[in-house]
């Protein structure tokens, strides 16, 4: 919802606001009549994309919040000069007012708990410098010094006392225009000698209603993010389904500072709401009923602020129609249509006969090169890298030179870019921008492709959907195979096992059902009599599900977010969320990558699955239900809530992988969060049913979780820790084969204060995982090997070795026992020393040492394999924590014969 209709008719009061801005000395305020300023006063500064209006005083048209004062000064909106230079219809648009910043000083104190300052109050608050505009920079900067007294506490000899004290803090603002976006830089500063308190929160507030947009999911009440679920960015479109205007805010790239949290909600709330603001997910921002006018926050939390010591937050706003990096000393910007259309048919523009092609078959992918330095930039030129599926049209070079490009001015480049035929799914180019004498730069761009009657398949095991209804769903019609070359295998949730084709549950294709597809050679699918799922555009989809696993698939040509599904029960619908908190489904999909080395399942969190047409995946419900796939209302998808749960978890995950020469399982999670039990939650993912044929599972193994006993790809307990937790692994293959398990960058992921070991109870072995990267055992079909990993804390006592001893072996000639004590579990080195220090014999390397008594047997000969005679010699024990805290002792030894 907006507070404004739609300003497109003022371009020519925008032109001689253009006109003004050009003949004013810098610095000086600017009066005019427009439907953002009305004839408030402001500091103006404009380029062809957009405009940056920072408030002097007045009354603006559009209307201030009334938090946390009601003045003008200090708060600054954007609106659009030329907007996307491919349209007209966001031209002369608002697009942000009014976003300002707000602190507090001490605000663990009661008496400044609900004080906010904010930079243009001058209440509590006053300019220092400015604010002044840079027309060559296209910069505004000020700097604001905090007003008024504040409560501290201070010692003194009785105890402590409250005294009154001057702020000490002051704010420099600098507002830069990067292309389409502005760049917010706050510096905030203690000016005095005594250490100070601050937390901040940054308001961005759209003008024009639309649908807010984060990652690949549309929210439509009011939402929190925390931590790990902070977005990098998110955009509004406005509207959704055919944008006009499209806007963005960036928290998490180009040298933006990562808020602590960011709210999406209700305008005025936001505005004037406390620090601790509860969302109200009552409160929709889009859809029905009429939502309400809407706004975005970012919190900072408490930080302190030395003496004399600067702290310093940036944030970028403004237009979101193009992708790209937008740090000076350049902006490099690319930009190509968001996704492609569908045409059910025969292409007239082609010669071969088709089904169903993309349109258009080309497009055109433009690079941008904006100049915000103090320098001309020479010798500026892009290269465009395209993925497998696109390709240069002919006589394209994917070198553009684009020359000299002056200050504030910018060079741009273009290249025709064809569809391969086939092709479908979100694909990513990139673009690399030189010149002299700044830097190289990357932007990355994508475009939606959708699913064609066509598809490619490499010989071998996939997990495939159809995304398209036949005239004849027969299996061999609606492929067009003959029905000798069909392997094709479905999971029986009732029976659960597999049934293979011709079984009459395998007999024919429906759009949402998956399927385990085996071609003997590479091949490509031309589907007969196929035609999309209609209701894509305007309806849910509904696909039932049993009790156990499920084989399901995305019923449309274009992608679909599983976070927006619904669940019902055939009396009530909810939300995937609330269905997954009921204990109705678990949320997670699998889907299986043949193109990994070996294949095996892949995962993703909630807030980040899609439904990818073609693909199959697995899902687990507790009951039988029905799955509402979203309608597609815009390549991006339809309206949700988004999880608050998704996104990486707060606390730790360590990584187990499994390989096989032919096989693999990759994506095995153990780990601790706050917001999980040791018992089962919904941060439990379970191991779907293995392949058909082929495979290698890893699992962690529960038989003390009732009904939710069984086998999980994902284990997070509490992260009260306690001493130590332990999983229990299994490990299957299907043949007698060799299996390595490796734990990915387990030292990054794993906190400095545990430790990590691995114990096959098989062999009783134990591996330190900090010190070893990988494990390797022989399996045997149809056996399971079981394995416990356990994640302990580190003792606080430093790692000592004592009591090295040399003693005969009874009953092997030669052969000395050298035993040792160690405080803590570690891997050791043995070295047998001449008395001068010179390596005689190495006993061991890297041996595993549990903390305690430890023994090692060394065959009592040198490196050359002859019998040493009696005499002195050293023995040498190195010794390595997983933490890398290491040991050395050298002990001597007498060796008699």
């Known amino acids: 919802m907006s507070r404004l209709g739609l300003k497109r008719g003022w371009a020519v009061l925008a032109a001689a606001g253009a006109f003004l801005m050009a003949t004013m000395a810098p610095g000086r305020a600017q009066t005019t009549t427009d439907p953002l300023l009305a004839n408030a006063q402001a500091l103006v500064l404009q380029n062809q994309y957009i405009r940056l209006a920072y408030g002097i005083s007045g009354t603006p048209a559009v209307a201030v919040r009334a938090a946390p004062d009601t003045s003008f000064t200090g708060r600054w909106g954007i609106d659009t000069t030329g907007g996307d230079p491919s349209t007209a219809l966001d031209d002369n648009r608002i697009a942000f007012a009014w976003n300002f910043l707000s602190y507090q000083i001490e605000p663990q104190l009661e008496a400044q708990s609900d004080r906010w300052y904010r930079i243009g109050n001058t209440q509590l608050g006053s300019y220092t410098i400015g604010p002044d505009r840079d027309l060559a920079l296209g910069r505004i900067t000020s700097r604001w010094s905090s007003g008024g007294t504040i409560a501290v506490t201070v010692s003194s000899g009785s105890g402590s006392q409250t005294v009154q004290q001057p702020p000490y803090v002051d704010v420099e603002e600098t507002l830069t225009l990067v292309r389409d976006m502005v760049r917010a830089e706050y510096r905030f500063i203690n000016t005095g000698s005594l250490a100070r308190r601050v937390r901040v929160r940054f308001y961005m507030d759209p003008a024009e209603g639309g649908v807010w947009t984060v990652g690949r999911q549309q929210l439509e009440v009011e939402t929190d993010f925390r931590g790990g679920q902070v977005p990098v960015d998110w955009r509004m479109y406005c509207p959704v389904a055919t944008p006009e205007l499209v806007l963005r805010g960036i928290f998490n790239r180009f040298g933006a500072t990562l808020p602590n949290r960011v709210v999406v909600g209700d305008a005025a709330r936001l505005a004037s709401g406390p620090w601790n603001y509860t969302v109200n997910p009552s409160i929709r921002l889009s859809g029905e009923p009429d939502p309400q006018e809407d706004a975005a926050q970012a919190y900072y939390e408490t930080f302190d602020l030395m003496p004399y010591q600067s702290k310093t937050f940036v944030m970028y706003v403004g237009l979101g129609v193009t992708d790209g990096d937008p740090t000076p000393p350049y902006v490099l910007a690319v930009q190509s249509p968001r996704c492609l259309g569908f045409t059910l048919g025969d292409d007239p523009d082609t010669p071969e006969r088709e ?192 009790q156990g696993w499920n084989m399901i698939g995305a019923p449309y040509v274009y992608a679909v977010p599983w976070a927006n599904t619904r669940v019902s029960d055939g009396q009530t619908v909810i939300s995937l969320e609330e269905a997954a908190r009921a204990g109705w489904l678990r949320p997670t999909l699998f889907r299986y990558n043949p193109n990994l080395s070996p294949p095996g399942y892949e995962f993703d969190s909630l807030l980040d699955a899609m439904l990818e047409p073609w693909q199959g995946y697995w899902v687990r419900s507790d009951r039988d239900l029905f799955l509402l796939i979203p309608k597609v209302t815009a390549p991006y998808a339809s309206i949700v809530a988004p999880d608050q749960r998704s996104g990486q978890p707060a606390g730790w995950r360590i990584q187990l992988a499994a390989r096989t020469r032919s096989a693999s399982d990759l994506f095995n999670f153990a780990g601790a969060s706050p917001s999980a039990t040791d018992g089962y939650d919904l941060g ?86 900090r010190t070893q990267a990988a494990y390797t055992f022989r399996s045997q079909a149809g056996s399971v090997r079981r394995l416990k990993l356990v994640v302990s804390r580190r003792a606080n006592a430093p790692l000592a070795i004592t009591n090295v001893r040399m003693q005969a072996v009874p009953g092997r000639a030669g052969a000395r026992a050298i035993s040792f004590d160690a405080s803590s579990d570690s891997v050791v080195d043995v070295r047998i020393l001449s008395p001068t220090g010179g390596v005689v014999s190495e006993v061991t390397s890297r041996a595993p040492a549990c903390a305690g008594h430890n023994s090692v047997v060394w065959d009592g000969t040198n490196r050359s394999g002859a019998l040493l005679t009696s005499g002195l010699v050293l023995v040498e024990v190195s010794a390595r924590t997983p933490d890398g805290t290491a040991v050395r002792v050298v002990s001597p030894c007498v060796l008699v014969r």
């Open 355 to 546: 089904t169903s092609y993309v349109s258009p078959r080309s497009f055109t992918v433009q690079a941008f090169m904006y100049n915000v330095a103090e320098f001309d930039i020479q010798n500026a030129s892009v290269f465009i890298t395209l993925p497998a599926g696109l390709r240069l049209a002919a006589g394209e070079s994917p070198v553009q030179q684009i020359g000299t490009i002056l200050r504030q001015r910018e060079g741009v480049a273009s290249w025709r870019v064809e569809v391969e035929p086939g092709v479908s799914g979100v694909l990513s180019y990139t673009v690399t921008s030189s010149g002299m004498p700044v830097s190289a730069k990357t932007a990355t761009g994508s475009i939606e492709i959708p699913a064609q009657a066509t598809r490619a398949f490499k010989a071998g095991l996939s997990m495939m959907s159809v995304p398209f209804q036949f005239a004849n769903p027969d299996v061999a019609m609606a492929l067009n195979m003959s029905p000798d070359r069909i392997r094709l295998a479905r999971w029986d949730s009732k029976a659960r096992k597999y049934a293979f084709y011709p079984d009459s549950s395998v007999s024919t294709i429906e759009p949402g059902m998956g399927f385990w597809f085996k071609p003997d050679l590479d091949m490509t699918l031309a589907l007969k009599d196929a035609s999309p799922v209609p209701r894509s555009m305007s309806a849910n989809f509904i696909l039932p599900i049993k």
């Open 684 to 769: 439990d993912v379970d191991e779907p049913p293995v392949p058909s044929e082929g495979f290698v599972s890893l699992s962690f193994v529960h038989n003390d979780w009732g009904r939710h006993n069984g086998e999980y790809t994902q284990d997070l307990r509490s992260s009260d820790f306690g001493l130590e937790k332990s999983w229990d692994v299994a490990v299957r293959t299907q043949g007698d084969e060799e299996v390595t398990l490796t734990w990915p960058d387990l030292n990054a992921r794993l906190p400095r204060g545990l430790t990590a070991t691995l114990e096959d109870t098989t062999t009783g072995r134990r591996i330190f995982m």
